[in-house]
C-alpha cells in the first residue's frame, strides 16, 4: 500500500480530466466559484476509487479502530478503504434519524473508540466539523479527517477551532500543477 508519487499526479490527472468542472458554482459553504470537483465522478469510477482508497490508506492514522464516512461523499470511499484495510466503518448522517432507532452513525459501537472521519472534499470544513461535533458528544474519539480532496488551500478555521488534523490525498495546489 505505499504511496508512489507518480500514482498520485496519475490520480490527480484523472480527478482534474474527469471530475473538474469548470462554470459557475455555488459550493455547500455558500461560496461562489468557478469550479467544481463532481466527486461522485471519482465515488462512482471503481478503478478511480480503488486508486483514491489506495492512496489514502497509508495516511490513516495508526491506532485508528473506525472509519467514519460522512454522508453523503464520504462513505463510498470509507467503505473502500474499509475494503482495502479491513478496518470497519461508520456510515454517518448530517443529523440523527428522527425514526426507528435514532441514530446517527449507523454501523460498531464507537463510544470510547479512535475513530477518522472521512470526507470526499473540503473546502471550509463546516460540515466535517460539526459531523465530528455529533461524534463526539456520542463518545467518539476523533482528532483527524482524511479527505479526498482540500480546495481549502490549508485554510478551515471549523476544522481548526475544533482541533482537528486535516490530511488529504490531493490539494488544489496539486492538482493545479498536475494539470489535465
Known sequence: MSESLA?????????????????????RSGQQADFYFD?????????LLQSVATLAAPLIPPGTELLAGLELGGVPVA????????????LV?????????????????????????????ITTGGQVAMSTDELRRR????DTVL??????????????EAGLTVRSVLDL???DAVGA
Do not use: M, W
Not at 448522517?93 to 435514532?102: L, M, Q
Open 139 to 142: 463518545g467518539a474519539l476523533v
Open 7 to 27: 500514482d498520485r499526479e496519475a490520480l490527480g490527472r484523472s480527478v482534474n480530466q474527469r471530475c473538474r468542472l469548470t462554470g459557475s458554482f455555488t459550493l
Open 93 to 121: 448522517r448530517k443529523e440523527a434519524k428522527t425514526y426507528g432507532t435514532a441514530k446517527l452513525a449507523e454501523g460498531p459501537d464507537f463510544s470510547g473508540r479512535r475513530v477518522l472521519v472521512v470526507e470526499d472534499v
Open 39 to 47: 466527486k461522485y465522478l471519482f465515488e462512482s469510477d471503481p478503478v
Open 79 to 90: 467503505t473502500a478503504l474499509s475494503l482495502l484495510t479491513g478496518l470497519p466503518q461508520l
Open 147 to 160: 479527505c479526498v480532496i482540500d480546495r481549502s488551500g490549508g485554510h478551515h478555521p471549523p476544522l481548526d
Open 173 to 175: 495546489a496539486f492538482l
